[in-house]
C-alpha cells in the first residue's frame, strides 16, 4: 500500500509539470488558435532563468595565488562569490535561495520573451494552416535549445533546492502509516503545491476578472467579440505572454528536480501535447485533469509488479492511455465540440 | 641435329628473361607493386577523422575529445611541448609526422546516433581521404562505426566505448580500444565494494535500456554476487527517462541496501540526483548504511551532478591527479592550451591517436592490417595507465582501472573525485573468449 501511495505523490509531481505546461499550450490555443511546438522550449527558458540568476549570483572575486600552482603550472585562483564578500551571510542565503529567487525574475523575463515571440513571429502564422504552424514553431524551438546549448553547454547544471527544502517529509504518518514507511522528498511537495497555487491562479484569473471573461468570451467567438469593437488581439498578445509566464515558472521550479539541460523542453513538449489532446483540445479544465492523470498512470506502469505482467508498458502508457481515449471520446476527456474540427 | 649458335641479341634476350624470372617473386611481393589500400596517402601529408558527438547530449564529452585530438595532432607534427609523446615508452615517432607525412585532420558528428556516425565517418572515408577513423562518446555508436570501417578497409580507434561488446561478441579485426569496458569495471570495483560495505548487501540495480547498460549490469552483478552479495531486483529504465522518480520510489521499502546506477551522462546525473533527494545515501537499512555506485564515472558529468556525487563510489579510465609522468605531462600541456584539465574521453582518444601514429610509423605503412599488426600484442608505458598492452586476440587494451569516488570537500569545480585504489591490471584481466565474437580477417580496401 505504501508503494502505492509513493507512486501516486510521484505522478502528482509529475503530472503539475504536466499540467502548467498543457495549460499553457491549451490556452494558446483556444484563444489563439496556434499550435505552439515553442511551449516546450518556453519550459527549457524557465528553468534557465534559474540556471542563470544562479550564476550570476556566484560570480565571483578572482584572486590568483602566487604560491601555489594547479596542475597544469599556473597560479592558483582564489574564488569568492560577489554576493558572499558583500553581503556576508545573507549573501550566502541568496546562493542558497537562488531558485525561489529566480521565481521573482522569470515572471517580467517569461512575459517579456511570451510577449517578444507573438508579436515577432507567432502573429503573421494566425491565419495560416496548422502545420505552417508546427512546422515554424518547431524550428524556433530547435533555435532556441541551440542557442542555450552555446551559452550554457550540454551538460546538464545541477541547481540544489534550499537547504531547507532538501529533506524529506514523512507524508504517511499524516494518512495513518507507519513512521518511514512513506517518506517523499519536501521539494517534490513543494512542486505539486506550486502547481496547484498556478493552475488555481490562472482559473482564477481567467473566472474573475474582466480581462478573463474577454479572453474566455474570444475563446468563445473571437469574431464577435471584435465586432462589439474589442481589442481581442492586444489581449491574445498577454494570455501568449502570460501562457509563457506559466510555462517559465513550471520549468524554474523543476530545476532541482531535474538538472536542466537544453534538451529538456523537447523532453516535457511530446507528453504535454498527449496531455492536451487526451484532456480535450481547447479545454483548461481537460489540460489539467489529464496532466495529473497521465502522470499518475505514468507512475503506476513502472511498478515493478506491473512491469512482471506488461514488460515495457512503462514506456508507452502514456500513448496508449491516448489512443484508447480518442477512440472512445474523439474530443478527448473534456473536449468542447467544434474544436479542432473545421 | 641442329645446330646451337648463341649470338648477342638471343644472349641479351635470355639474360633479360631470366633476371625477370628471378626477380619476379621479389617484385610482385614489394610495396610498390603490391595492391593499394583504401586511401593510401599519395603525397605529403595524412588524413585522419575524428568523428565525435559535437551535438546532442555528449556534445561537451565530444568537444574535450576534440581538444584532445587537435592536442595530439599538434604533437605528432612536432609542434607544441609534446606532451605524453615525451614520457611514452616508444620513440618511434619524431615530430614530424607519421612516415614523414604531415598529419592533417577532418571532424564529423556522431550526433551520438549509430545511423549519424556512419554516415559521417563514410564521408570521412569516401570524399575526404581519411586512413583512419577514431572518437565517440557511445559503445551503440562505436560498435557501428567499427563495423563500418571494417567493411570499408581503414582503421578504427575507438573513443569512449565501455560495452563489453565493442571488443567481444562485436569485435573486428580493423577495431581497436585503449578504453577500458564493463567487465574491468566490475572486477575493479567488486573488491572496494567489499571493503567499504562488506559481504552480505543487498543490491537493487536500476540499468539503461541499451546494450552498455545490460553489459554494465551483467558485469556488477557478476561481480558482487561472487562476494556474497544479492540482487534482489534489476529494473530496466528507458534511455533518457529524465525524472527517475516512479524508478527510485520501489527502492525505498525494497529491502535493498545498495543502489547501483548503471547509467551514463544525462541518465546518470538526474537518476544519482534523484536518488539523493529520496534520502537513500542517508538512508538506514538492514542496520547498514545506505550505499549508491555508480559503476561508469565521468568527470564531466559528475560536475553535472554537483554535491550528490560526494562519497559515491565508480570507476573510471584515467582521472587528471594521477601523479605518473605520462598524466603529468598530459594535464600541463592541454592545461595550459585550454585551461582546464583534461576529461578521460580527452585522455583516452588521445592516447588513441599517439597509439595510431606510433604503429604507423613502426610498421613503416598505413597499411591497415600492417598497423594492426604493429598494434598487436604491442606492450607501452608512459600514457597515463602505467604498462599497458594492446592484447592481440581481442585488440582490447588492458591496463591498471581507477577505483574514485565522489569528494567530499573539493577545492575546485574539475576536483569532484578522488582516486582511491588503482586496481593493478591482473586483478581486471580475462580470457579473451570469455565475451565471445570472432576479429575475422582485416580489411585493407580499395
Known amino acids: 500500500m505504501d508503494a502505492i501511495v509513493l507512486q501516486i505523490l510521484n505522478g502528482l509531481d509529475k503530472g503539475g509539470a504536466y499540467a502548467l505546461i ?37 560570480l565571483e572575486k578572482v584572486a590568483l ?30 546562493l542558497n535561495y537562488s531558485v525561489p529567487i529566480s521565481i521573482l525574475i522569470a515572471i517580467p523575463v517569461m512575459l517579456l520573451i511570451g ?27 530547435i533555435v532556441l535549445q541551440e542557442i542555450v546549448k552555446s551559452l550554457f553547454g550540454a551538460n546538464p547544471i545541477p541547481q540544489p533546492a534550499p537547504d531547507a527544502a532538501k529533506g524529506m517529509i514523512d507524508f504517511g504518518v499524516a494518512i495513518g502509516f507507519q513512521a518511514g514507511n512513506v517518506v517523499y522528498p519536501a521539494w517534490r511537495l513543494i512542486y505539486f503545491l506550486f502547481s496547484v497555487a498556478i493552475i488555481g491562479g490562472v482559473f482564477a484569473f481567467l473566472q474573475f476578472t474582466t480581462f478573463g471573461m474577454v479572453v474566455r468570451a474570444g475563446m468563445a467567438d473571437r469574431e464577435t467579440v471584435g465586432l462589439l469593437g474589442i481589442d481581442i488581439d492586444r489581449r491574445f498578445t498577454i494570455v501568449f505572454g502570460m501562457a509563457a509566464v506559466v510555462a517559465g515558472l513550471a520549468g524554474a521550479m523543476y530545476t532541482p528536480i531535474l538538472s536542466p539541460d537544453y534538451h529538456m523542453g523537447m523532453d516535457f513538449l511530446v507528453l504535454s501535447f498527449v ?25 503506476f506502469a513502472s511498478m515493478n509488479e ?37 | 641435329m641442329k645446330d646451337f649458335k648463341i649470338n648477342r641479341r638471343k644472349m641479351l634476350q635470355g639474360t633479360a628473361l631470366a633476371g625477370a624470372g628471378i626477380a619476379a617473386p621479389m617484385v610482385l611481393t614489394s610495396r610498390a607493386f603490391a595492391a593499394s589500400y583504401t586511401n593510401e596517402p599519395k603525397g605529403g601529408t595524412v588524413t585522419l577523422g575524428f568523428n565525435v558527438p559535437q551535438t546532442g547530449a555528449y556534445a561537451d564529452e565530444g568537444a574535450d575529445e576534440l581538444r584532445a585530438y587537435q592536442l595530439a595532432v599538434e604533437h605528432i607534427n612536432g609542434e607544441g611541448d609534446g606532451g605524453m609523446l615525451n614520457t611514452f615508452s616508444s620513440k618511434a615517432l ?82 581497436f580500444r585503449h578504453f577500458f569496458n564493463t567487465e574491468m569495471s566490475g572486477a575493479a570495483l567488486g573488491p572496494v565494494l567489499k571493503n567499504a560495505f562488506g559481504s552480505e548487501r543487498v543490491a537493487y540495480h536500476l540499468t539503461a535500456d541499451y546494450t552498455w547498460g545490460w553489459s554494465q549490469e551483467g558485469s556488477i552483478k557478476k561481480y558482487t554476487e561472487e562476494l556474497g552479495w544479492n540482487t534482489s531486483a534489476a529494473v530496466r529504465t528507458p534511455l533518457g527517462a529524465g525524472d527517475f522518480s516512479q524508478y527510485i520510489t520501489p527502492v525505498l521499502n525494497s529491502g535493498a541496501d545498495v543502489l547501483v546506477l548503471n547509467h551514463y551522462g544525462r541518465d546518470m546525473v538526474n537518476s544519482l540526483t534523484q536518488a ?9 537499512v538492514n542496520g547498514k548504511d545506505f550505499a549508491i555506485v555508480v559503476p561508469l564515472y565521468s568527470r564531466l558529468m559528475a560536475q553535472g551532478a554537483g554535491e550528490n556525487v560526494k562519497g559515491i563510489f565508480g570507476s573510471t579510465n584515467w582521472h587528471w591527479s594521477l601523479q605518473d609522468e605520462g598524466s603529468k605531462a598530459f594535464v600541463k600541456s592541454f592545461g595550459q592550451k585550454y585551461g582546464f584539465p583534461p576529461s578521460q574521453a580527452a585522455h583516452t582518444t588521445y592516447c588513441q591517436a599517439i597509439l595510431y601514429a606510433d604503429a604507423c610509423q613502426r610498421a613503416e605503412t598505413f597499411r591497415p592490417s600492417g598497423v594492426g599488426a604493429a598494434l ?24 591498471d582501472v581507477l577505483v574514485v569516488k565522489g569528494k567530499e570537500n573539493p577545492s575546485s569545480k574539475f576536483d569532484v573525485l578522488e582516486v582511491v585504489e588503482v586496481t593493478p591490471r591482473k586483478q581486471v584481466e580475462y580470457p579473451a573468449e570469455l565475451l565471445g565474437g570472432e576479429l575475422g580477417p582485416y580489411n585493407d580496401g580499395a
Open chain 2, 94 to 175: 619524431k615530430g614530424n609526422g607519421i612516415n614523414g607525412k604531415k598529419v592533417v585532420y577532418v571532424t564529423g558528428d556522431t550526433q551520438t546516433k549509430s545511423d549519424a556516425a556512419r554516415a559521417s565517418a563514410k564521408r570521412m572515408i569516401e570524399k575526404d581521404g581519411a586512413i583512419m577513423i577514431t572518437g565517440g562518446s557511445s559503445s551503440g555508436v562505436a560498435i557501428a562505426v567499427q563495423g563500418l570501417c571494417q567493411d570499408a578497409g581503414v582503421i578504427f580507434m575507438a573513443g569512449l566505448t565501455h560495452s563489453n561488446d565493442t571488443t567481444g561478441k562485436d569485435k573486428r579485426a580493423n577495431g
Open chain 1, 275 to 299: 496531455v492536451v489532446v487526451v484532456g480535450g483540445m481547447g479545454s483548461l479544465g481537460g489540460a489539467v485533469v489529464a496532466g495529473f492523470t497521465l502522470g499518475i498512470l505514468q507512475s
Open chain 2, 276 to 284: 539523493v533527494q529520496f534520502g537513500l545515501r542517508d538512508k538506514q
Open chain 1, 22 to 58: 498543457a495549460l499553457g499550450l491549451t490556452i494558446i490555443f483556444g484563444t489563439l488558435g496556434v499550435v505552439n511546438f515553442a511551449h516546450g522550449a518556453l519550459f527549457m527558458l524557465g528553468a534557465f532563468c534559474a540556471v542563470t540568476v544562479k550564476a550570476l549570483l556566484s
Open chain 2, 376 to 399: 598487436e600484442g604491442f606492450k607501452f608505458d608512459g600514457l597515463g595507465n602505467g604498462p599497458t598492452e594492446y592484447r592481440a586476440e581481442d585488440h582490447q587494451c588492458f591496463k
Open chain 1, 306 to 342: 506491473v512491469k512482471d505482467i506488461l514488460p515495457g508498458i512503462d514506456q508507452i502508457i502514456i500513448y496508449l492511455i491516448a489512443v484508447v481515449i480518442l477512440l472512445t471520446r474523439p474530443r478527448g476527456l473534456m473536449g468542447r465540440k467544434g474544436v479542432m474540427e473545421h
Open chain 1, 115 to 141: 510577449v517578444s515571440m507573438e508579436r515577432g513571429l507567432i502573429r503573421f502564422f494566425y491565419k495560416r494552416p496548422h502545420a505552417e504552424q508546427i512546422l515554424v514553431t518547431f524550428g524556433l524551438a
Open chain 1, 65 to 94: 595565488d602566487p604560491t601555489q600552482t594547479t596542475a597544469w603550472g599556473t597560479p592558483l585562483e582564489i574564488r569568492t562569490p560577489y554576493v558572499e564578500a558583500w553581503f556576508g551571510d545573507f549573501g550566502t542565503a541568496m
